[in-house]
């Protein structure tokens, strides 16, 4: 079905960022967009300055930066001078720890306002900064904090016990654990009291451009997680990016729902719209309807970034739900991380009366490289165009050669010419990796995707088998580890299988151990030791395989576990295994 651009209205209460895409795209130049940022007082460029202190130097300093809205109904707001002030104690304590320039500092935490205060002064103090999910288990947990030589954490007691606390012996480089809350557990030290000991006032290091800054885990159809490393020059993206795809202005109330534990969550929960003076909403609850239309209304939110997961789910409690909250504050909503389709697009219109812009990026790109636009007609069901600054390409081949394919509409993977400020400068301690993800002159993303006739983007597929779900990216590889550690698995396939809500879910295929019996009991102990092991990525689903289709190689095809899934031809079956 062909669904009819949204035209926009060309009188808005605020004049967009981007109002002619051409010309602007035409004459983007990123040494000349630098200006728009202030730099380091002594020369060099530090993230956390251009987020937090160039702000408290000036007019915004008694703004608000920050309003973290708390489970149980209590909120804490720092205003820009405050968040300095708290950024300033927090890189003290590490610098009193020892913690210097590079040394990798990590958060496994929800949204609560130490995370931020973590981040933002872990920056300041040159050293680096590498979210993790909280809802991981404990296996996803240490692979992450081992690959990134994280040298000091933050969490919870609670998280602390359940998830670090058993892995501390395998964790060498782990040598401080700050928690907040009262009752440090043995073997970690209390957030507040660190800070309480700290002065407030620190002066950042020299800074470089291409210091490392921040590290993000992500995953691969291969191997163990990858550690993307960025670098403090990113911060020219985020800000720029904010202001053409997210249309911020200073002044604006802007909530970004993405979960603090993955990239979005860093570049658009935290440094671009700080970098752009807006105050920042963070709201602790999880999901409700009820409880999102009301951070909406009761905050007066101006700019909302969210994804299709949340939006479908608000959809699923339709459109007169949201007409009962005042959301007349709202400006612009943009959404990121999976496949937006159409109907969600117009359900906006609907029930917002704003259509849902969506943009593209990935945890390697550091910040949005393709996005529908304020002043621009949405197309439903497009990724929009390329940011002014980002070369984008459809192209076909494979490691030993790539070339643009000339048809438009033809369908080939999205790739990207290395340059933009932010794109990542390496996979930590996988530089093979890091190479084979540059070919001919273009970065490959690992989507599948098409371009039309006008230049916007459409996005088909993954080209690999990594597996979103509910917006977060899960690698097969390390569900399919941690389920062949259960005595009763010999081997284990893992897919995304299409869900009309959160996009796919995990599930297994799993080929039984001699002397086990695929029972209902087993499958339900092999659900919960997935989720033990795993936590929030764990598969859902099982189903026993005694017969997964292998490579000649010896690899499980997870590809045809999948077209069975969905019932689909089999496609081309020459690697199949023999005899099978
Ligand atoms: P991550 O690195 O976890 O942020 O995941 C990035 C991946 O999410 C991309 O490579 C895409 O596969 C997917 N993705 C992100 N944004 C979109 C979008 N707007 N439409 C479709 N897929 C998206």
Redesign the pocket.
Known sequence: MGWEPIRKRRTGPVEPNLVDYERVYAGFSWDEARSQLTGLPGGGLNIAYEAVDRHAAGASRDRGALRCRGRGGHTTELTYDELRRATNRFANVLRELGAGKGDRVATLLGRVPELYVTAIGALKNTSVYAPLFSAFGPEPVRERLRLGDVRVLVTTPQLYRKRVAQLRDSLPALEHVLVIGDDPPAGTRSFAEAMARAGDEFTIPPTSPDDMALLHF?SGTTGKPKGAVHVHGAVLAHHVTAAYALDLHAGDVYWCTADPG???GTSYGIIAPLTHGVTVIVDASDFDSHGWYEVLQDERVTVWYTAPTALRMLMRSGAELAKRYDLSALRFVA??????NPEVVVWGQEALGLPVH???????TGAIMISNYAAEDVRPGS?GRPIPGVEAGIVTGDGDGVTEVGDPEAVGELALRPGWPSMFRGYLHDDKRYAESFVDGWYL???LARRDPDGYYW?VG?ADDVI?SAG??VGPFEVESALMEHPAVAEAGVIGKPDPVVGEVVKAFVTLREGHDPTEELRAELVAFGRRRLGAVAPKEIAFDQHLPHTRSGKVMRRLLKSRELGLPEGDTSTLEVGR
Do not use: A
């Not at 959404?335 to 937006?340: A, K, N, R, Y």
């Not at 969506?358 to 390697?364: F, L, P, R, S």
């Open positions: 992500t993955w990239v979005t959404s990121v991380g999976e496949p937006l969506d943009n593209w990026w990935q945890t390697e990724m993303t690992g989507d996005f993954r979103k977060h990216l």
